[in-house]
């Protein structure tokens, strides 16, 4: 991912608005945080769906900005090494 295509996912996150972004499939789920497309085609087809539908737009806005605060922001990986270590320490005791 490009640092310009991770700061468009950021400000998506912030504003809770769609954007076009490059990420990796596996960060985006398809029809529930975002929407991925394979072509120009799919891409045109995608964004004429968006513009018609704005109930779509913001559900997909909510959705996506919940699962990268909850999945990819440093707070959460803080919190799954904190458990990491206190597993580790709970073994040694």
């Given at each position: 991912?490009?640092?310009?295509?991770?700061?468009r996912a950021?400000?998506?996150?912030?504003?809770?608005?769609?954007?076009?972004?490059?990420?990796?499939?596996?960060?985006?789920?398809?029809?529930?945080?975002?929407?991925?497309?394979?072509?120009?085609?799919?891409?045109?087809?995608?964004?004429?769906?968006?513009?018609?539908?704005?109930?779509?737009?913001?559900?997909?806005?909510?959705?996506?900005?919940?699962?990268?605060?909850?999945?990819?922001?440093?707070?959460?990986?803080?919190?799954d090494y904190?458990?990491?270590?206190?597993?580790?320490?709970?073994?040694?005791?």
């Amino acid at each position: 991912m490009t640092w310009a295509a991770s700061g468009r996912a950021y400000s998506a996150l912030e504003t809770r608005r769609a954007t076009a972004t490059v990420t990796p499939p596996h960060r985006l789920l398809h029809e529930r945080t975002g929407l991925l497309v394979r072509s120009v085609e799919g891409c045109a087809y995608q964004i004429v769906r968006l513009l018609r539908a704005p109930q779509l737009r913001r559900r997909l806005g909510h959705a996506g900005h919940d699962h990268v605060r909850d999945n990819f922001l440093h707070p959460r990986e803080a919190r799954d090494y904190l458990a990491a270590f206190a597993r580790l320490l709970e073994g040694a005791a």
